[in-house]
């Protein structure tokens, strides 16, 4: 199984502070994407990153792919209560076909 | 709103009984996967049909089944249920060219399984 290891597990700041999370693999992945996930719903994919090196960004967030294709980091500034959520990383796994596997996510939890 | 529909959106039921949950995909869309979400153990999935087909598995247990049927909709079956069953069940679909999953997942907001 092609393991994503996501960390911290749990982040608590106030809001206008920033943060990173990050995502971390043994194996190669041919794209991994993020996904946030919100109380009472499913994810909804923020971005997908495919190219070793790849810097993405979604108005305060900031997506990076490793150069070895093998972690990325999601970058938040001035977080907002908003961003509240479950931040998941996920790649597709050899060892499954084509469906993705996701890491166990980062609970964020943003106070004003 | 994803567009992915799963019913029932909570189900109590007792050990050793068996459900179904429900899943219709976004309209055009051909894969359904199927994953299960518990506190420890994450979004794990489960298993994905493409157009009728079994595509793929994943962590999913001998007691549970699952199909896809003509119209795309797929259902889930879970049989001699244990507590450790108890978990939110979500399906998600996609429509990438050949079957192959190199976008987004859409997910449908999930079904939660209390088993007591």
């Not at chain 1, 150069?67 to 996920?90: E, N």
């Not at chain 2, 359904?32 to 999913?60: C, H, M, P, T």
């Amino acid at each position: 199984t092609q393991l994503l290891e996501q960390s911290p597990q749990f982040l608590s700041i106030q809001e206008g502070e920033n943060l990173t999370v990050y995502c971390n693999s043994s194996s190669v992945f041919s794209s991994l994407q993020w996904y946030r996930q919100e109380p009472g719903e499913g994810p909804v994919l923020l971005v997908t990153v495919v190219t070793g090196g790849e810097v993405k960004k979604l108005k305060r967030l900031t997506f990076q792919f490793g150069d070895a294709r093998k972690d990325s980091s999601l970058h938040i500034t001035a977080a907002q209560p908003g961003d509240t959520g479950l931040y998941l990383c996920a790649g597709v796994g050899s060892n499954s076909g084509y469906a993705l596997n996701f890491g166990k996510g980062t609970s964020l939890l943003v106070t004003p | 709103d994803s567009g992915v529909t799963q019913t029932p959106k909570h189900l109590i039921t007792a050990t050793g009984q068996r459900v179904t949950l429900r899943c219709s995909p976004r309209s055009g869309d051909l894969s359904v996967y199927w994953y299960q979400q518990s506190l420890d153990q994450g979004l794990q999935f489960l298993i994905q049909y493409y157009n009728g087909e079994e595509r793929a598995k994943g962590n999913i247990l001998e007691r549970f089944s699952a199909q896809q049927f003509p119209d795309l909709h797929s259902e889930l079956n879970l049989s001699s249920l244990e507590l450790g069953d108890s978990a939110l069940y979500f399906c998600a679909s996609s429509n990438p060219t050949s079957g192959a999953n190199t976008g987004e997942l859409f997910f449908g907001e999930g079904s939660r399984l209390t088993v007591l």
